[in-house]
């Protein structure tokens, strides 16, 4: 069974940045596309940024290009996103999530993910 494990959240005043894990368990990560979604107060949950399970596809919502990198090392089935210049808007709950029904691509609609972690929680203020 697959299981995955968020950390790095925290509080950070705007313009820091955060470097977020996603530790996989009961797969091997590199078999997966993987996807990494927010939940803000209030609102729904949306993708932020996915790569393929080939690493050589990335997507990024407009709001967080040239500032959020998507990554994974293999070696050591992680997976992770590198939020730079952060804003109060990105506060909210992270989460990774992981689907192999993606040939090499991938994509941000969350019914698409088989495997969920439960979220780090992400505070961006003074």
């Known amino acids: 069974q697959v299981q995955l494990v968020e950390s790095g959240g925290g509080l950070v005043q705007p313009g820091g940045s955060l470097r977020l894990s996603c530790v996989a368990s009961?797969?091997?990560?590199?078999?997966?596309?993987i996807g990494w979604f927010r939940q803000a107060p209030g609102k729904e949950r949306e993708g932020v940024s996915c790569i393929g399970k080939n690493d050589a596809f990335t997507y990024y919502i407009d709001f967080v290009k040239g500032r959020f990198t998507i990554s994974r090392d293999n070696a050591k089935n992680t997976a992770y996103l590198q939020m730079n210049t952060l804003k109060p808007e990105d506060t909210g709950v992270y989460f990774c999530a992981t689907t192999m029904r993606y040939s090499g691509g991938c994509s941000l609609v969350g019914i698409t993910y088989d495997h969920w972690g439960q979220g780090t929680q992400v505070t961006v203020s003074s």
């Open positions: 009961g797969a091997t990560l590199s078999s997966y596309a």
